[in-house]
């Protein structure tokens, strides 16, 4: 009863009254990352939501567009000004994504939507974590945020689905506050894309294959 009506319903009404509250530190983001980002402060991007169905997500931009003498983009790291790092060391970014949870394409607890590019690279296990909406932050993200394995990040996610109830939420908000308030798990690029992971993977596998059929 909880998953299937409660939760959307709580989703909806806190997103709202979070959005009401929080508007003036909004506001002033929004002027500073417009400042900060010399243009628009947001940054939108496509994610697969529940049963992979494809929505906007958006968050406060933390990288800049500088580029280099040739015109293209530079690394990540080196275009994470003082002030996007802020937002994520607070997970500030985040915030925008009250709007997602407001119109239904997520939840304020779920697992993190990830990029479109790495669904075909999903087991069938780790897909379950599709099965619900995804969240604002979720049970790996109390549970390491970016300090974890690929593999770690999905079996996290895979047992809040199994054991989502009112209980398992009220936790994972309590351990949220508690690493984002020391900071813990926070890494620039601590781990590779997964799509690339996952095909070193398969590639690795296929060798070993061949090797073992060799001898």
Known sequence: MYAKFFKRLIDFTLSLCALIVLSPILLILIIIGAVAMKGNPFFTQKRPGK?????????FRTMTNAKDKNGNLLPDEDRVCAYGNFLR???L???????NILVGDMSIIGPRPLLVKYLPYYT??????HSISPGLTGYAQAHGRNAITWEKKFELDVWYVEHLTFATDIKVIIDTIKV???????ALNALEDFDEYRKKQQLQNADSKIGESAK
């Not at 049963?51 to 968050?59: A, D, S, V």
């Open 51 to 59: 049963n992979e169905k494809i929505f906007r997500l958006i968050k």
């Open 89 to 91: 060391k607070t997970s």
């Open 93 to 99: 970014d985040e915030l925008p994504e009250l709007l």
């Open 124 to 129: 069938d296990e780790e897909r379950k974590r």
């Open 180 to 186: 984002v308030l020391s900071h813990d798990g926070v």
